[in-house]
């Protein structure tokens, strides 16, 4: 599954930004069985899930350290999956992948067996 994440800026502390994930090469009726998630891997740390969506767009999945601040939705008609970062800190500044898996949420990025390239959030101070 290919994926195109975008969205990632520069963006001074309690901010906002908007990342998307769309999947444009899945037919409506596959992209319709995978969990999207998001996670985000800081230099020289961990990759770490922020945010997780099932199909239907019922059930999400936050980190701690996000939760009242990110939302993540998805558009399943435009087979995209955003993911709005309100309240930005300096310690949200992280390269965020979007990731797609069959399998249901996990917490793990060895949950997900498609990626695509990360896009770049800065939050300075």
């Known amino acids: 599954v290919q994926l195109q994440a975008s969205g990632g800026g520069l963006v001074q502390a309690w901010g906002s930004l908007r990342l998307s994930c769309v999947a444009p090469r899945l037919i409506l009726s596959t992209y319709t069985q995978y969990t999207v998630a998001w996670f985000r891997q800081a230099p020289g740390k961990e990759r770490d899930l922020v945010a997780a969506?099932?199909?239907?767009?019922?059930?999400?999945h936050y980190a701690d350290s996000v939760k009242g601040r990110f939302t993540i939705s998805r558009n399943n008609s435009r087979k995209t999956v955003y993911l709005q970062m309100n309240s930005l800190k300096p310690d949200d500044t992280a390269v965020y992948y979007c990731a797609a898996a069959r399998t249901g949420w996990a917490p793990s990025p060895d949950g997900y067996d498609s990626w695509g390239r990360g896009t770049l959030v800065t939050v300075s101070s």
């Open positions: 969506i099932n199909w239907s767009g019922t059930d999400h």
